[in-house]
Each structure stands twice: as structure tokens, then as C-alpha cells.
């Protein structure tokens, strides 16, 4: 499956973002799906992750309470929904898809990334 994100920009502190990834292929039905993220200087975090069909959710304790993740498998997308945008959300972000239905948040689960898009939060 290839990957493409969107939806990176500058935003000030508290605003809001939406990224969305698209997917190709007939199966993305049977892909769990999630975000992670690469501050500047850092390595790649975990951010959130859904299942295949978008019952089951997991997120970081740092993005709990305002980032949503939802998937709309009509449409082969994922979203993350951004709100209380804060300078420490400033990175890289990665959607990433592994094609069994169990959660995950570990990079070295990913069997697909996506090409980055860069969020940066201005203080």
C-alpha cells in the first residue's frame, strides 16, 4: 500500500490542523492505521492509532483529550484531527499502516510509511 499525507502548515499555539492520508489499494479495509511524529533533534514517537474498522483507538498521553484519529474506508483515508495546537507538537508527521488488526506504537511495527508533512506551531 502506498501512503500519502497531507494537510501540514504553520499554525499558531492553541490553533487547529487536520492531516489526512491517503491510501491506495482495495485493502485498506484491513490495515490498522496511525500517526507518529519526529520532533526536530528527536526520534519518531508514537502519536495515535485505529483499527481496522475504527472501533478501537489508542493515543500518547501527550496528544490525549485533543488529537482525534478516524478513518473513512469508503474513502481509503485516515485523519488526525489537531486541536490546542502547542510549540511541542512542532514535527514531522508520519502516517504508517500494518496489515494486521492489532494496535500498535511501535515504529518497528509499521510494515508502511507515508512521506512526512510538517506541522509547526508557533509560540
Known amino acids: 500500500v502506498q501512503l500519502q499525507a497531507s494537510g501540514g502548515g504553520l499554525v499558531q499555539a492553541g490553533g487547529s490542523l487536520r492531516l489526512s492520508c491517503a491510501a491506495s489499494?482495495?485493502?485498506?479495509?484491513?490495515?490498522?492505521m496511525g500517526w507518529f511524529r519526529q520532533p526536530p533533534g528527536k526520534g519518531r514517537e508514537f502519536v495515535a492509532v485505529?483499527?481496522?474498522?475504527?472501533?478501537?483507538?489508542y493515543y500518547a498521553d501527550s496528544v490525549k483529550g485533543r488529537f482525534t484519529i478516524s478513518r473513512d474506508n469508503a474513502k481509503n483515508t485516515v485523519y488526525l484531527q489537531m486541536n490546542s495546537l502547542k510549540p511541542d507538537d512542532t514535527a514531522v508527521y508520519y502516517c504508517a499502516a500494518r496489515g494486521l488488526n492489532v494496535l500498535f506504537i511501535n515504529p518497528g511495527q509499521v510494515d508502511y510509511w507515508g512521506r512526512g508533512t510538517q506541522v509547526t506551531v508557533s509560540s
Open positions: 485505529i483499527s481496522w474498522s475504527g472501533d478501537n483507538t
Open positions: 489499494g482495495r485493502t485498506f479495509i484491513t490495515y490498522t
